[in-house]
């Protein structure tokens, strides 16, 4: 097929293997939220281009977001972050709502970037918020959801840490080194491209935005000191938190660590695969208490963090610790004997269905031969087959695939048969 359509480039496409995987990370970031007491919520996918340009930073704006005109020529673009939304949809309710208010969330994002491994232009992401609440045990409380979900994966903490360090400390540094405050965006910046660039390129990049040699001294000091964080009040309240929390093994402080993003105030924090095979962070995210009077709301405390499904899924696929993919989630096949007993049979897989178990018929006579070869493929622990012998009698012939043994009950017993089987199989 000469012209065979592709996918858009950076797309994903979810056969069943891929929608269990990420079904799989759903269910774990939905149970790790709800345990913290969090709510569900969700935003538009498509959004007013203005929302970010105030605070989500030029380069997401103008090189990274799908952007469109619409039909009706208001200039518009696919979601590349869910934050703004957020905090415009607060700002609509803020007088209806009851504070602190904890949401989650976990949906689809876009954005314009090279595909490469852990990163792709669609992705799924997990969003959790606490607005409201400006203190660092609401942080550590934060991170502490993130710490869950992965504890809940099987990622220990020798293979996932999350990094953490504090806008105001470094501010703080800063400020004692001379810089002055409206370079404290470039010393972040510089902070943050450490990891990206040469030594001799990062040193020389200080000069051009204007420290001097001793400033910039200072922030190498400053980024070798992993026990500056016993300088600031916010991140020993956060570290005490984080141990009655029983997450302070996953946790460690990192001056290097700053967030790109230009709304984050306070506290901040990174997750990151140990092994360094994926070189993308797991997670990440900071206190925002600014970004809600932006967007035309009353000023608010607020905290989050997001992460992405494509980073995860390939951590856990390298780890080996998803679950074993089931083809079906049928765990059990009625067979068509013959086409004079194909009524039969699906007459018996509607009471089993009416009985609360999840079956697969197969859709046509058939050799059971085959029929079995099927059932094997699908990964179906139970076959349950009416032949001409058992529509005589009114029975069903039960066979357990997992152990072989195959027995003939009642057609009214047939469902209490197959739940004791298929629930000696889970045991």
């Known amino acids: 097929m000469a012209n065979k359509i592709q996918a858009v480039k950076g797309t994903r496409e979810f056969y069943p293997e891929q929608m269990a995987l990420r079904n799989f990370i759903y269910k774990k970031v939905s149970e790790a939220a709800t345990s913290f007491g969090y709510q569900e919520w969700d935003a538009p996918f498509i959004e007013p281009i203005d929302l970010y340009a105030a605070k989500s930073g030029e380069e997401l704006v103008k090189k990274q977001s799908f952007t469109f005109t619409d039909r009706g020529g208001d200039f518009v673009t696919l979601r590349p972050e869910l934050t703004p939304s957020l905090a415009r949809m607060i700002a609509a309710k803020q007088g209806e709502l009851t504070f602190p208010v904890r949401w989650w969330s976990f949906g689809p994002f876009w954005r314009y970037e ?8 669609e992705f799924f992401q997990w969003n959790v918020d606490m607005l409201g609440v400006d ?7 934060l991170i502490a959801i993130g710490v869950t979900f992965m ?9 996932a840490t999350v990094y953490v360090n504090n806008r105001k400390l470094m501010n703080a540094e800063f400020k004692s080194l001379g810089i002055p405050q409206e370079k404290w965006v470039d010393a972040l910046g510089l ?14 990049y200080a000069l051009e935005i204007g420290l001097s040699q001793a400033q910039l001294d200072g922030i190498k000091a400053i980024l070798d000191n992993f026990d500056l964080w016993k300088k600031n009040e916010e991140l020993t309240r956060l570290f ?7 997450v302070k093994e996953y946790v460690k402080f990192d001056p290097g660590i700053t967030r790109g993003l230009l709304y984050y105030t306070g506290t901040v924090f990174e997750a990151f695969e140990t092994s360094g095979s994926v070189k993308r962070a797991i997670l990440g995210g900071g206190r925002y208490d600014n970004l809600l009077s932006d967007v035309g709301g009353q000023p608010l405390p607020a905290i989050g963090f997001a992460m992405g499904d494509v980073v995860m899924g390939i951590i856990l696929k390298e780890k080996g610790l998803l679950p074993e993919f089931i083809p079906s989630p049928a765990p059990v096949l ?11 049979s699906y007459s018996l897989a509607a009471d089993l269905r009416n009985a609360g178990i999840n079956v697969l018929c197969y859709p046509e006579p058939a050799k059971l031969q085959k029929q079995f070869k099927f059932a094997d493929k699908m990964k179906v622990s139970v076959v349950v087959t009416v032949g001409p012998d058992e529509a005589a009698n009114a029975q069903a012939a039960i066979k357990n695939l997992m152990n072989g043994e195959q027995v003939t009950v009642k057609r009214e017993s047939a469902a209490e048969v197959v739940r004791k089987i298929l629930a000696g199989i889970k045991s």
């Open 114 to 121: 090279q595909p490469q491994k852990g990163r792709t232009r």
């Open 135 to 141: 203190t660092p045990e609401a942080d550590a409380e």
């Open 151 to 159: 504890k809940s994966v099987g990622l220990t903490p020798q293979q």
């Open 191 to 204: 902070v943050d491209r450490r990891s990206k660039m040469t030594l001799a390129n990062w040193d020389a």
């Open 240 to 246: 005490a938190s984080l141990e009655a929390l029983g």
């Open 334 to 344: 009625v067979t068509v004997f013959d086409e004079s007993l194909m009524r039969e």
